[in-house]
């Protein structure tokens, strides 16, 4: 059932963006439910896995991508729309290639390295909240605090990133010195 939750998720996010960036389309309060409908069903997919012991291999690469997907396209409209300025698009999408990079390299090694933990779950959730306000912004109310709410996810998000390289970092290191051994 989880699997079929990402699934659905998976395939919002192209209309999530159409919608968002279509010029003259007006419609911003359709790409706004769509995004809040697919982060949220991000928060059930969790739930339904685990509550129910249906975690899956699918679920464990489909998951995370699927987020990252949903946060790229929607950070990817808004920068088009110019609600979000370059440098916090280059500061997210450059955090999560370098997650990429390091995943890559713990399967080189047969060695995963990346481990998620709660800091990284709330902050992908409080950027996906921040998001969501910041599409209700552009969809309604054109209000500030959403954008300086999305710069506090910016920099959460980029400090989990940071914590996640520490680690990644730290068994990259123990993974060298067994291949060497």
């Known amino acids: 059932m989880a699997n079929v939750i990402t699934c659905f998720r998976l395939t919002l996010i192209p209309i999530f963006f159409i919608l968002l960036v279509w010029p003259g389309a007006n419609a911003e309060p359709a790409a706004f439910f769509l995004f809040a409908v697919a982060a949220l069903s991000d928060l059930l997919d969790g739930f339904v896995a685990r509550r ?4 899956t ?3 464990r690469l489909a998951d995370p ?6 946060i790229f396209a929607g950070l990817i409209g808004l920068f088009i ?8 698009l280059a500061a997210l999408v450059g955090r999560d290639s370098v997650m990429v990079l390091g995943y890559a390299v713990g ?21 996906m909240a921040a998001i ?3 599409l209700f912004s552009v ?3 054109h209000l500030p605090i959403y954008s300086w709410l999305f710069y506090i996810g910016v920099v959460l998000y980029v400090t989990s990133g940071l914590v996640y390289i520490g680690q990644e970092i730290s068994l990259l290191t123990e993974a060298v010195e067994e291949t060497i051994a």
């Open 57 to 59: 291999e699918f679920g």
């Open 52 to 55: 129910f012991s249906g975690v």
């Open 65 to 70: 991508f699927a987020d990252r997907a949903l």
């Open 107 to 127: 399967v080189y090694l047969k060695k995963p390295l990346v481990r998620v933990n709660q800091f990284g779950r709330v902050t992908n959730f409080y950027l």
């Open 81 to 88: 729309r110019g609600a979000i300025p370059a440098w916090a």
């Open 139 to 141: 969809a309604y109310l």
């Open 132 to 134: 969501v306000l910041l």
